[in-house]
Every structure is written in structure tokens, then in C-alpha cells.
């Protein structure tokens, strides 16, 4: 291949970019810490930790993954799943989260993706009547434990509150 072709997966300056197998990481059984905020948007600092365990499947040919929860959080426990497709044409992810204490609505898709091996997500979104734009961020310094952390702006992105923290640990299968 000639120098001035575009190797997949890379930018021209060759940092390396969202690529289909952006999530293969997640493929498998995790045990999961999740650290939440007890109050949003309002100053609190005060965390609920509570654990869980996850699963996660190659799905659209390799184009996608279903990752399915198990929540134990103090007020209940509950599943949840995520939804996960590659668009080939834009090389950007959209990424769904259906709660099954209300099987019957999806949650409007974060659209991102993976820089350098962190990955960024956003939509803009309402929260309790309040516009905010919505921000996944994954940190994949170690593969092996991978964390994922959800954050709100009610400022546009100019300031952030991360209010759920999920730190991954792969389950020895």
C-alpha cells in the first residue's frame, strides 16, 4: 500500500479511530462496580455503590453487541441491556440502554466514538424536565477492566457532572 493511502482504522495524522471492533473488549462476563450519584444535578457528592454483573455478544455480523445487566442497586434489582451498532459510512457507534423496569421504552441513542482508546458518546437528552446534553465516556487504559462513566451538562458541554461510574472486572470463565 502506498504511503498517502488512509490505512483503516486511522486518521491521517495515524491516530487510530472508531472501528467495528471498537467493542470487542466487551465481549464475555463482567462483574461490575457501579458508583451512582444519590442526587442529580444539584450539587450532591454523596455516592450509592451497589454491584452487578454483565454479558456481552457480537451481534449484526460483527457490526454490533448486545450486553445484558443485572443491577443490584438498594432500591432493587433489575436488568437492563445495552445496545450497540457500527455505522460503517460515518464510523461513528450508536448506543441504545433499555431498562427492564420499563421494557417498553428505549432510551434515544449517544451517538461517538473511540479516539486513542477512550470513547466518547452524546445526545441531548431531558432529564426531569431539564434539558441536558448526555455524555458516555469509556476509559480503556486496561482492557481488563474497562470503565464506564455517564455524565450531564445543563451549560451545553461547557461544564460536566458525571453522576454513574461503572468499573468493570472480567469474570474468569
Not at 491521517?12 to 466487551?26: E, M, N, Q, T, Y
Not at 444535578?41 to 449484526?60: M, P, Q, R, Y
Request: some cysteine; hydrophobic content about 35%; aromatic content about 12%.
Amino acid at each position: 500500500m502506498s504511503d498517502d493511502k488512509k490505512t483503516v482504522g486511522q486518521d491521517l495524522c495515524g491516530l487510530v479511530r472508531s472501528a467495528s471492533s471498537d467493542f470487542d473488549f466487551i465481549i464475555g462476563s463482567w462483574d461490575i462496580k457501579h458508583r451512582r450519584l444519590k442526587s442529580i444535578l444539584n450539587g450532591c457528592d454523596e455516592w450509592v455503590e451497589f454491584s452487578g454483573v454483565s454479558s456481552a455478544i457480537k451481534t449484526l455480523g460483527g457490526n454490533g453487541n448486545i450486553e445484558d445487566h443485572t443491577l443490584e442497586s438498594p432500591e432493587s434489582t433489575f436488568n437492563a441491556m445495552a445496545i450497540r451498532s457500527y455505522n460503517e459510512k460515518s464510523n461513528k457507534w450508536a448506543i441504545w440502554w433499555l431498562d427492564g423496569r420499563m421494557p417498553d421504552v428505549i432510551d434515544k441513542p449517544v451517538i461517538g466514538e473511540f479516539v486513542d482508546g477512550k470513547g466518547l458518546f452524546y445526545a441531548d437528552e431531558i432529564y426531569k424536565g431539564i434539558p441536558v446534553k448526555l455524555r458516555f465516556t469509556w476509559i480503556l487504559q486496561n482492557l481488563e477492566s474497562p470503565v464506564w462513566e455517564q455524565a450531564f451538562s445543563k451549560d451545553d458541554g461547557d461544564s460536566w457532572e458525571t453522576n454513574w461510574i461503572m468499573e468493570l472486572t472480567k469474570q474468569n470463565n
